[in-house]
């Protein structure tokens, strides 16, 4: 496994637990000496159980050589970032293959698990002919667990995509999820490396339409939740990824959206639909601003609690999160702000306090933000955290609270498209909320 992160360490260690001898290689020497040491350098639940329980069969290393030796299968899991162009970065990509040694034993494939565009299966395949490692093979098989959840998404997959050039191929890499039960599309690589791109984007677009309904909910009166709800009961439509907020964030949404809008660009084809989905998300992180103009006025000067740093709860990853972008239009429109997360302490945040418990986030604030919907965040509006703010006003950028218990417990409310739950703005509601 050529990549020790959220996706290479995930996938390794679960395929250690079906069974199979895996060693993982990462570069960054800080990351091997924690996992050789039983440190697990990311946080996702239930990995460092699946990683403890298969300490025989994982191995951990620096060394090409080490992971190359006697292999049956080459994983590339390593990062694909956006260019400034919005194109996939393939530079590391291409550093695995091009380190690959001369002679490689049997008939090894490289299996890749990163997410990249259509079309790089085939530049690899002629990379690897063109060194002689004709006898090599190449199979796209694109990952989609999400991070907080990614062990029991590896091992209750809703199906496993594998794209090859040569069917032998495909069905050596189909067989090392024996174990499994879930359903197996075969395909080529270029339909598999599309599928991974196109469900990400599709799962984008019913983030953004969400939130353009609930933008409409503001305007006009209605409850999203219910909306959300009623759309969602709809079996041609589903439930999911319909829960309104600030927005989408992390390392793969943002980037494969663009990922694929630019593929489409560079073959000719303007994919207006993945514009818009995104020019919407960019808007709606930016909403939580005006909300709290609505009902402070001027930022400037004001104290703001940034409740939530990680794009997701689960995760630590900090990736693309809309707490960054929220955090500096706050502090552009001159408010201090303090914020709070349970695992994701960013040292790349100058300018933002960190605060150690949530109740120190809002102590003195003039309004709480809930940028991502922890647990822990539920049972924001107590007493003890009215106290402490200046002014007891929430915004619920991800509707996790109910509306009506957080006004009753004496706070100011606002979610994303919940206006009938909406406090008026009042510079001196404080005083009228506690009489
Ligand atoms: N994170 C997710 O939820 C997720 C889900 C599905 C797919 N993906 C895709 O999987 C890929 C990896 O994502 P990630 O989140 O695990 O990234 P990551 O940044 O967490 O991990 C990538 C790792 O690769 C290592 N690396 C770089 N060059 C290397 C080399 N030459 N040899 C060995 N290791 C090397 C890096 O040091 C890093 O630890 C991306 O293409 C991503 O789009 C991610």
Redesign the pocket.
């Known amino acids: 496994m050529?990549?020790?992160?959220?996706?290479?360490?995930v996938t390794g260690a679960c395929f250690a637990d079906l069974g199979h001898d895996v060693v993982i290689?990462?570069?960054?020497p800080e990351?091997i000496e924690q996992l050789r040491a039983g440190e697990i350098p990311?946080y996702e639940p239930g990995l460092e159980q699946v990683v403890e329980r298969n300490r025989e069969r994982l191995q951990f290393t620096l060394e090409i050589d080490e992971v190359v030796d006697d292999a049956e299968f080459l994983y590339i899991?390593?990062?694909?970032p956006p260019t400034p162009s919005g194109d996939a970065d393939l530079h590391?990509v291409w550093?695995?293959i091009d380190?690959l040694p001369q002679e490689l034993p049997g008939r090894p494939v490289v299996v890749m698990?990163?997410?990249?565009p259509v079309g790089t299966g085939e530049a690899v395949r002629r990379r690897l002919d063109a060194r002689g490692l004709t006898h090599v093979g190449y199979v796209s098989n694109?990952?989609?667990?999400?991070?907080g959840s990614?062990v029991r998404d590896f091992m209750n997959p809703d199906r496993i995509v594998v794209g090859s050039f040569d069917p032998d191929d495909g069905e050596r890499v189909v067989g090392l999820h024996r174990g499994l039960e879930t359903e197996v599309v075969r395909t080529d690589v270029q339909s598999a490396e599309l599928v991974?791109l196109a469900a990400n984007a599709f799962l984008s677009t019913r983030i953004s339409f969400i939130n353009e309904i609930a933008n409409v909910c503001d305007l006009v009166g209605a409850d999203v939740v219910d909306v959300a709800k009623g759309v969602g009961l709809d079996h041609r439509l589903g439930p999911h990824f319909l829960k309104a907020g600030i927005g989408f964030g992390?390392?793969?949404f943002p980037?494969?959206v663009t990922a694929l809008k630019q593929l489409a660009g560079n073959s000719g084809y303007q994919f207006m639909l993945l514009q818009a989905v995104w020019e919407v998300n960019e808007l709606q992180k930016r909403r939580v601003v005006q909300k709290l103009q609505k009902h402070l006025g001027s930022l400037h000067g004001k104290r703001i609690a940034l409740l939530g740093l990680a794009f997701k709860p689960n995760t630590d990853?900090m990736r693309e999160a809309p707490s960054r972008v929220i955090a500096y239009r706050l502090l552009s429109e001159g408010a201090e702000v303090r914020a709070w997360d349970p695992v994701a302490h960013p040292g790349d945040l100058p300018g933002i306090e960190l605060a150690e418990t949530v109740l120190d986030a809002v102590r003195g604030a003039d309004a709480a933000v809930i940028v991502t919907e922890w647990p822990e965040l539920a049972t924001l509006p107590t007493p003890e955290v009215r106290e402490a703010m200046a002014q007891p006003l929430i915004i619920d950028g991800r509707n996790l609270l109910d509306p009506v218990a957080a006004r009753e417990a004496g706070f100011a409310y606002e979610g994303i498209g919940r206006p009938r739950h909406a406090t008026t703005p009042n510079p001196s509601h404080r005083e009228e909320l506690r009489t």
């Open positions: 050529f990549g020790g992160g959220y996706v290479g360490l290689r990462d570069v960054v990351r990311i899991a390593v990062g694909t590391y550093t695995v380190q698990k990163s997410t990249v694109p990952e989609f667990l999400a991070e990614a991974k992390g390392s793969c980037k494969d990853d």
